[in-house]
């Protein structure tokens, strides 16, 4: 697997250090930046576009979070108006199971796919290799 620049957005430190730890036993190269709210990871974004720097390849993005939660990150992530955005694949990991939730996920371009925590590793390799 080649190197990968990945964000997770969760509130939850444990969860952040376990999924850290996670991600670094399949790929120890990835690289990772964690965010504990949808605002700081969407202002780091923003400030990269203006920068014209390269987005991350993926984001792991948890749907429950104080400031700024996982639906209103994707709707200001949908008004950037930046090319390198479409490379960007969002996958939302929530523990929420409801029918709703993954429904409303649907209605964005940027989400692949809707990811029920625990995630096995299998799963996380898959969406590592695209």
């Known amino acids: ?4 620049s990945v964000y997770i957005i969760d509130d939850d430190p ?8 996670f991600l670094s ?7 990772m930046e964690i965010f504990s709210n ?7 974004c923003k400030a990269m576009v203006a920068s014209k720097s390269d987005c991350p390849d993926i984001v792991f993005l948890d ?3 104080p400031v700024m939660d996982g639906w209103n990150y ?6 950037l108006e ?3 955005m479409e ?13 709703e939730d993954m429904e409303k996920a649907k209605h964005y371009s940027l989400v692949k796919d809707y990811l029920v925590k625990p995630v096995d590793r299998a799963k996380i390799e898959e969406v590592l290799k695209r």
């Open 82 to 84: 930046y090319e390198k």
């Open 74 to 79: 994707l709707d200001e992530m949908m008004q």
């Open 87 to 99: 490379d960007v694949w969002i996958y939302i990991v929530s523990s929420s199971v409801h029918e």
């Open 38 to 44: 949808g605002e700081e990871a969407y202002e780091h």
């Open 63 to 65: 749907l429950n979070m």
């Open 14 to 21: 444990i969860y952040q250090f376990s999924f850290k730890s």
């Open 25 to 31: 036993l399949i790929d120890a190269d990835i690289k």
């Open 1 to 4: 697997m080649s190197a990968k």
